[in-house]
T-cell receptor, first 110, second 117 residues
Framework: GQNIDQPTEMTATEGAIVQINCTYQTSGFNGLFWYQQHAGEAPTFLSYNVLDGLEEKGRFSSFLSRSKGYSYLLLKELQMKDSASYLCAVRRTGANNLFFGTGTRLTVIP | DADVTQTPRNRITKTGKRIMLECSQTKGHDRMYWYRQDPGLGLRLIYYSFDVKDINKGEISDGYSVSRQAQAKFSLSLESAIPNQTALYFC????????????????FGPGTRLTVL
């Protein structure tokens, strides 16, 4: 099985930096995904990590430590439009579907 | 035009009714998925299909069935709807992982909000 844990809610200020953590326990690991989901809308892909380290993509970066079962999503220069839920999802070895955490709802305030 | 479409977008039905949710995609992907999303529980996989002849149960398949009519179409049925099937349902698609990358980003449809009274 797998357990994926994320904080339920976070609040941050426009222009600031926020880090959203995700810890996981899984029987076999084959990649970690971050998705963004605005209220009432479909999730959209943000990032993918399968090796340890940091992946940077514009204002968003994602980090993975496989030995610690830990990932974070870093959002820089926060904008109001970044208010959304951020979903961490893990893929297991031998499986092709994803297992999602419950998501972190981020609110960006002026 | 949307690459992954779902119909209907909203549906209210009564307990015991049969209902079908439909998903179509123009991305040319072989793999299709059905998820439900409930507050506090996140996205949970109901069924998935890797091609027309391949159907697999996900975490929570009880009370649901699916049909892969064509590469582009994947339908989810509730044979006898019950109130705890009230949820937001998402269809998703993905291509096989790129060689050497194992990457299979999933693309989600806009969702169907189902209410069972």
């Amino acid at each position: 099985g797998q357990n994926i844990d994320q904080p339920t809610e976070m609040t941050a200020t426009e222009g600031a930096i926020v880090q959203i953590n995700c810890t996981y326990q899984t029987s076999g690991f084959n990649g970690l995904f971050w998705y963004q989901q605005h209220a009432g809308e479909a999730p959209t892909f943000l990032s993918y990590n399968v090796l340890d380290g940091l992946e940077e993509k514009g204002r968003f970066s994602s980090f993975l430590s496989r030995s610690k079962g830990y990932s974070y999503l870093l959002l820089k220069e926060l904008q109001m439009k970044d208010s959304a839920s951020y979903l961490c999802a893990v893929r297991r070895t031998g499986a092709n579907n994803l297992f999602f955490g419950t998501g972190t709802r981020l609110t960006v305030i002026p | 035009d949307a690459d992954v479409t779902q119909t209907p977008r909203n549906r209210i039905t009564k307990t015991g009714k049969r209902i079908m949710l439909e998903c179509s995609q123009t991305k040319g992907h072989d793999r299709m998925y059905w998820y439900r999303q409930d507050p506090g529980l996140g996205l949970r996989l109901i069924y998935y299909s890797f091609d027309v002849k391949d159907i697999n149960k996900g975490e929570i398949s009880d009370g649901y069935s699916v049909s892969r009519q064509a590469q582009a179409k994947f339908s989810l049925s509730l044979e006898s709807a019950i109130p705890n099937q009230t949820a937001l349902y998402f269809c998703a698609t993905s291509a096989p992982g790129l060689a050497g990358a194992g990457y299979n980003e999933q693309f989600f449809g806009p969702g169907t909000r189902l209410t069972v009274l």
